[in-house]
């Protein structure tokens, strides 16, 4: 087995548990109930981990991660509407003042 990835937040681990399963990429969720030792012991100490269970699946593996933290970074980028000039936060699509979509996203 090899770890991929370590995140504090488990619904995070469990998505990309998820979309690492369907690349056909069997993987576990370590330390996902060690939460309850936080202050007793380091904060990354008890971070939920993901692990692939073939050593030839973590570089795809790794990469699947990649992928999706860089899509996520490019959709928290804000925007300015080019109909009214609002500045939006980049999960939305749609301008909430005048309801133009964005042409970057």
């Keep these: 087995m090899k770890r991929v ?20 990429i ?3 969720i370590k330390n996902e109930l ?8 380091p904060p990354t ?4 981990e993901l692990w692939v269970m073939n050593k ?10 990649d992928e999706f933290l ?3 970074k490019a959709n928290s ?6 109909n009214c000039g609002e500045e939006i936060e980049g999960q939305f699509n749609i301008c909430w003042s ?3 979509e964005t042409t970057s996203n």
Excluded: M, T
């Design 45 to 48: 100490e008890v971070w939920p």
């Design 56 to 65: 030839e699946d973590k570089v795809p593996a790794e990469r699947i991660v």
């Design 98 to 100: 005048c309801g133009q």
């Design 77 to 82: 980028e804000s925007w300015k509407c080019s």
């Design 34 to 41: 060690l939460s309850g030792g936080v202050g007793d012991l």
């Design 26 to 28: 069997k993987s576990i």
């Design 5 to 24: 990835y370590s995140e504090p937040n488990p619904i995070f681990i469990h998505h990309l548990k998820d979309l690492l399963e369907d690349k056909g």
């Design 70 to 72: 860089q899509s996520i």
